[in-house]
């Protein structure tokens, strides 16, 4: 059974930093490409970073140069570092990943920037 848990979420300043955890299980987690997505009220859901399994990356324009996505497969876990956060980033984010053709998604955490 996939299981995928976000934590790392919380309320910062602008400018601050924090670093997002995905806990994956159920799955062969060295072999399968992740991603982070994000939600904003109102907004529909966003690719926010995705990484492969050999941790290529991409990112998203907006976040570009800020966030780092990475991979630790000895702790099934992904991580999400986000410096130099805006208000903008305020938002729900999720990790997922497409596993035999199915989405699976964590709960998500919340990030929300003050101004």
């Known amino acids: 059974q996939v299981r995928l848990v976000e934590s790392g979420g919380g309320l910062v300043q602008a400018g601050e930093s924090l670093r997002l955890s995905c806990a994956a299980s159920?799955?062969?987690?060295?072999?399968?490409?992740m991603a982070w997505y994000r939600q904003s009220p109102g907004k529909q859901r966003e690719v926010v970073a995705r990484?492969?399994?050999?941790?290529?990356?991409n990112y998203a324009d907006s976040v570009k140069g800020r966030f780092t996505i990475s991979r630790d497969n000895a702790k099934n876990t992904m991580y999400l570092q986000m410096n130099s956060l805006k208000p903008e980033d305020t938002a729900v984010y999720y990790c997922?990943?497409?596993?035999?053709?199915?989405?699976?998604w964590g709960q998500g955490t919340q990030v929300t920037v003050s101004s």
């Open positions: 990484i492969t399994s050999g941790s290529s990356t």
């Open positions: 159920g799955f062969v987690f060295i072999r399968t490409p």
């Open positions: 997922t990943v497409n596993y035999f053709g199915r989405d699976y």
